[in-house]
């Protein structure tokens, strides 16, 4: 079993920067993919970026350029993701939450979609203002 435990949002201006924390621990040798979602209320959640196993990377449009993803793999039972977001904009305000998955590398597709992940976090808010 995989617990994550997401931490660093909070308030900023529009123009600042924040980084996010994911502290995922248990059985995480197996784990394949880790991501970062966000979710504004009433709306669909929205893929952020992903981290795959081999270290590649992949954002959605709307953050490339502004958030990097990148993680550390402190053992075989606990790793730490992390989004570094700047030039924040108020359209970034939303609950965002940390994904995992232990699908295969013959299965990466749709990374940044909702349905790709099995394990999630509870979400920390960040919020934006103009």
């Known amino acids: 079993q995989v617990h994550l435990a997401e931490s660093g949002g909070g308030s900023v201006q529009s123009g600042g920067s924040l980084r996010l924390s994911c502290v995922a621990s248990?059985?995480?040798?197996?784990?394949?993919?880790m991501a970062w979602f966000r979710q504004d209320p009433g709306k669909e959640r929205e893929g952020v970026a992903v981290?795959?196993?081999?270290?590649?990377?992949?954002?959605?449009d709307s953050v490339k350029g502004r958030f990097t993803i990148s993680r550390h793999i402190a053992s075989a039972r606990q790793r730490t993701l992390s989004l570094h977001m700047n030039s924040l904009k108020p359209e970034d305000t939303a609950m965002y939450y940390c994904?995992?998955?232990?699908?295969?590398?013959?299965?990466?597709?749709?990374?940044?979609?909702?349905?790709?992940?099995?394990?999630w976090g509870q979400g920390t808010q960040v919020t934006v203002s103009s």
């Open positions: 994904a995992a998955d232990r699908r295969s590398p013959g299965n990466w597709t749709r990374l940044l979609a909702e349905s790709s992940y099995r394990i």
């Open positions: 981290i795959r196993g081999d270290g590649s990377t992949e954002y959605a």
């Open positions: 248990g059985d995480t040798y197996d784990i394949t993919l």
